[in-house]
């Protein structure tokens, strides 16, 4: 970053790109322009598709700049949010820092800052130099700096919130699991309670299916030892038997068998 706040981050190697002032603030003004619109910005940050959106609108405004999404804006954004994060810390969270907002620089001690980079890698190139985009990045990402509520850095927050995100697509999953387990558990005990109740039925129509056939072979039973019995009651009376064939009708066929019936009852 130069004094001027432009620099020249937009990639590696042959595709790193120095950025203009006016591209920077170009930039700055597109993310603020689509942060305020629903199309493009959600509660966990940019929607997918922003940086091709981004390319769009800064060659519109730049005709043959020659911007990409890819490697220039990404990692230009990038870099406006590591030190947009390294500068909130300092002046929301350390001892010491403070803001100026007409020189749009951090104010503190030579050595406070110089032990800050030591653990801050990232807030190198801060010292007395301008960075005149921290009140319009509030507005893209959200921090009230002003009223104190800058409490997590950006990247924290977007990690906190797909965290929170995950856990409560982890709890619906874990509640439609057990959902399932219970239906599935419900429908195994309904299926085993029909069944039963199946087998039950089943149980008492064999019985009684097994007690119609018993009776009924008892029936048949007692109608052979009738006709055993009645066999050989005639055939130890050959008398009766000649007396039963010489007979002119059925009734008296029938008085006969009466008769030898009751004498030998």
């Not at 629903?38 to 609108?57: A, D, I, P, R, S």
């Not at 043959?64 to 890819?70: E, H, W």
């Not at 009924?216 to 000649?242: C, G, V």
Request: include cysteine.
């Amino acid at each position: 970053m130069n004094a001027n706040g432009q620099s020249s981050q937009g990639g590696g190697g042959k595709n790193k790109r120095f950025w203009k002032k006016e591209e920077e603030e170009a930039l700055i003004d597109c993310l603020l322009e689509l942060s305020c619109d629903q199309q493009w910005k959600g509660e966990g940050g940019f929607k997918n598709g922003y940086l091709n959106q981004l390319e769009l609108m800064l060659n519109t405004k730049f005709p043959g700049c020659g911007i990409k999404a890819i490697p220039h804006i990404e990692s230009k954004f990038k870099w406006f949010k590591d030190k947009y994060a390294i500068v909130s810390e300092m002046v929301n969270k350390i001892s010491g820092f403070q803001w100026d907002e007409k020189t749009s620089t951090i104010q503190c001690e030579r050595q406070a800052y110089d032990d800050f980079c030591k653990t801050h890698p990232k807030a190198g190139g801060l010292w007395k130099t301008p960075f005149p985009y921290l009140s319009k990045l509030d507005d893209i990402f959200g921090v009230d700096r002003a009223n104190g509520l800058a409490s997590e850095l950006p990247e924290d927050s977007i990690h906190n919130l797909k965290k929170e995100n995950e856990k409560g697509k982890d709890s619906k999953t874990n509640e439609k699991k057990r959902a399932t387990r219970f239906e599935n558990l419900s429908s195994v005990d309904n299926m085993t309670v029909g069944f039963t109740s199946f087998m039950k039925d089943m149980s008492n129509h064999l019985t009684t299916i097994a007690s119609a056939m018993s009776t009924t072979q008892e029936r048949e039973q007692e109608m052979l030892d009738k006709r055993k019995d009645y066999y050989l009651r005639f055939s130890s009376n050959p008398s009766q038997i000649e007396i039963f064939f010489s007979s002119p009708n059925d009734e008296w066929k029938r008085e006969v068998v009466l008769d030898l019936l009751s004498r030998n009852a």
